[in-house]
């Protein structure tokens, strides 16, 4: 059984940076492509990022283009995404997620999905 554990959120003030963690159990990380998403209130699972296996090319939605990073770690079946400049839209349940055949943005293709972890941006 496939396990996903999210950590590393928070509240920060806007500006401000946190670098969220998921670490995967149960199977062969690197065969998993991996992304994260956030749900706000009231609103829909939305893309964040995405990371293939090797070589590990990555996509981004274009909301936090240039302010996020999603990088992973086969060793230690970790995928982390360091966000950076962060606004108070930026405030959402964040949650990764891994597939073997993923759609980039489509959450519907990815197979296992972690808790999530919050993460809460202040003005």
């Known amino acids: 059984q496939v396990q996903l554990g999210e950590s590393g959120g928070g509240l920060v003030q806007a500006g401000g940076s946190l670098r969220l963690s998921c670490t995967v159990s149960?199977?062969?990380?690197?065969?998993?492509?991996m992304g994260w998403f956030r749900q706000a209130p009231g609103k829909e699972r939305e893309f964040v990022a995405v990371?293939?296996?090797?070589?590990?090319?990555?996509y981004y939605a274009d909301s936090i283009k240039g302010r996020f990073t999603i990088s992973r770690d086969n060793a230690k079946n970790t995928v982390y995404l360091q966000m950076n400049s962060l606004k108070p839209e930026d405030t959402a349940v964040y949650y990764c997620a891994g597939g073997v055949a993923v759609v980039d943005g489509n959450p519907r293709t990815y197979e296992h999905w972690g808790q999530g972890t919050q993460v809460t941006v202040s003005s």
């Open positions: 149960g199977r062969t990380f690197s065969n998993y492509a």
């Open positions: 990371i293939r296996r090797n070589p590990g090319s990555v």
